[in-house]
C-alpha cells in the first residue's frame, strides 16, 4: 500500500481542523490608556490642524484691524 494518498489527505484534514466553526478567542483587551498606533497620515493630519489653528489667528486678526478702522474712520 502506497503512503501518498494518507500524506495527500492530511493538509485536507488540517484545513479542516483550522475551519472548524469555532470562533477565535478574543484578544485581551486593550487598556484604556494603551498608546494608539501612528499612521503616516498623522503628521498631515497635525499640519492640517495647525494651518487651521493659523488661518483662525489670521482671520480673527483682520477682524479686529477692521474693526480698527472702521472706529477712526467714524
Same mark, same amino acid.
Given at each position: 500500500?502506497? !503512503?501518498?494518498?494518507?500524506?495527500?489527505?492530511? *493538509?485536507?484534514?488540517?484545513?479542516?481542523?483550522?475551519?472548524?466553526?469555532? *470562533? *477565535?478567542?478574543?484578544?485581551?483587551?486593550?487598556?484604556?490608556?494603551? !498608546?494608539?498606533?501612528?499612521?503616516?497620515?498623522?503628521?498631515?493630519?497635525?499640519?492640517?490642524? !495647525?494651518?487651521?489653528?493659523?488661518?483662525?489667528?489670521?482671520?480673527?486678526?483682520?477682524?479686529? &484691524? !477692521?474693526?480698527?478702522?472702521?472706529?477712526?474712520? &467714524?
Amino acid at each position: 500500500m502506497s !503512503r501518498l494518498p494518507l500524506i495527500a489527505l492530511l *493538509p485536507a484534514a488540517l484545513l479542516l481542523a483550522g475551519c472548524s466553526g469555532k *470562533p *477565535p478567542a478574543p484578544r485581551a483587551p486593550q487598556a484604556a490608556g494603551a !498608546r494608539r498606533v501612528a499612521t503616516p497620515w498623522d503628521g498631515m493630519k497635525k499640519d492640517e490642524q !495647525r494651518a487651521s489653528d493659523v488661518q483662525k489667528t489670521v482671520d480673527q486678526q483682520a477682524a479686529d &484691524q !477692521r474693526k480698527q478702522i472702521e472706529a477712526q474712520s &467714524q
